[in-house]
């Protein structure tokens, strides 16, 4: 990291000077007023001193100008239909093959034998009727077997029962027991007669068992993607659900992710943005645990409303724990020329709202509390209560696990939340967290931050924005 002190006679000259050589992307350590040292500084113009750090880029190679490159070999996607042909058709076409030939040498067979035995008979016997065709209990064993592997495709699906007619007699039940499967589907298998093995009415059967296990692919396929997105258990159910009748209905995977991510546009609650009242201030505190950018969350909040939508504004801070957090707030006050209020108790707190009880908009920045910290908590939330109309909002990292989120709010539930905060959304890589928050505890979203920049890297949280951040139209 780059750091480096710059001095000037204004405070305005100093920070052109930071932005002309370090860029935007500089932060500010801190900023003082100075005076030379020794006799003759009493009589010296003071200056100002600001410090700024930098954090260095990674080096991108440029492309090559003159070097071809390969253009990107597209591999085009399977259809469903064209997976199904390939994972059950092929194997069908060959057991149904196998199965055919099977029965034309067992009627072969039995020409032959039938043969020998009428040729002592010299005496033409008159033709009877064609009768219903008996097989051996072999013959008929082995071809129950072997309908039913053309059938099931793979005999590891656990067992089936599965009772055959043919000529008349009623064979008794009989399952393949091979090692159970994690998660079997039971697939119907409706057989209630068979008089001729045919190919065609053996496709027939096996199409609409596959039906059910097309579908349960499609929603397993879904519950995958949302798991890869870190959603819990509890969440990934109620949105597979919610589309199972879609799939029965034979919709496609693309259209079952954009009916699934408009219903948990439909589940997700949100506040909208910052509603500024007609008589009297918007108080706005921002809680949370340390570390999750509350104040430059504060910063961003304030410029959005100071600079974009010409609101007055004011800021209060009680973080007098962190070094340097209230000089950090102090500079980006001074930068958009708003005023500042630093309060240590729940007097200060009450004479800083009063003084600006004019503006349109108060923003107050609160020291970082640990959730295991409860006497810390209790010290916030009596500040808080001797002051009336403060809307709390909960600043929660989205690179949080659920089970600590679920922590957090477990222990700031002490204090009147009204709306959540969610920041570093650049940082995380999944977004499950949100859904199972916004799902388990009903509390609606603000705004998300998504970087460090002031005031850019803040927008409203709405929930198509989320679900389009976890459900993917298109992997």
Known sequence: MLVKTFQAGEMSEALRMVKAEMGLDAMILSSKKERKKGILGFFSKPYYEVTAALEPRPVQQRPNPYREEAPPVQERELSTREEFQNSMLGPLAREVRELKQRIEALSKKEAQQAVPQAQPSQEPQPESPAGPRTFGKEELEEIKQLLYNAVSGNKDKGPKPVTFQLAGQALEQTAVKVAAQPEPMAVPFPVEQLEQPHPASALKLVKGADRGSDEERLLEKLADELRGEEVGPMAVQALTESVRAAAEGGVSLDELRSLMAENLAGMVKCSGSLRIK?????????????????????????????????????????????????????????????????????QELSGALARHSDKDLILIDTAGRSPKDADRLDELKGYLETQTGIDVYLCLSATTRSREIDEIIATFGTLP???????????????????????????????????????????????????????????
């Open 417 to 475: 939340v009204t709306k959540l905060l969610f920041t570093k959304l650049d940082e995380s890589r999944t977004f499950g967290c949100i859904v199972d928050t916004c799902l388990k505890h009903k509390i609606p979203l603000s705004y998300f931050s998504t970087g460090q920049k002031v005031p850019e890297d803040i927008e409203v949280a709405t929930s198509r924005k989320l679900a389009a951040m976890v459900v993917q139209e298109s992997n």
């Open 278 to 346: 007609k008589n009297g201030p918007r108080i706005v505190a921002v809680v949370g645990p340390t570390g999750v950018g509350k104040t430059t969350t504060i910063a961003k909040i304030a410029a959005m409303y100071a600079l974009n939508r010409r609101v007055s504004v004011a800021m209060v801070t009680m973080d007098n724990f962190r070094v340097g957090a209230v000089e950090q707030l102090k500079t980006y006050a001074k930068i958009m020329d708003l005023p500042l209020e630093v309060a240590g108790n729940s």
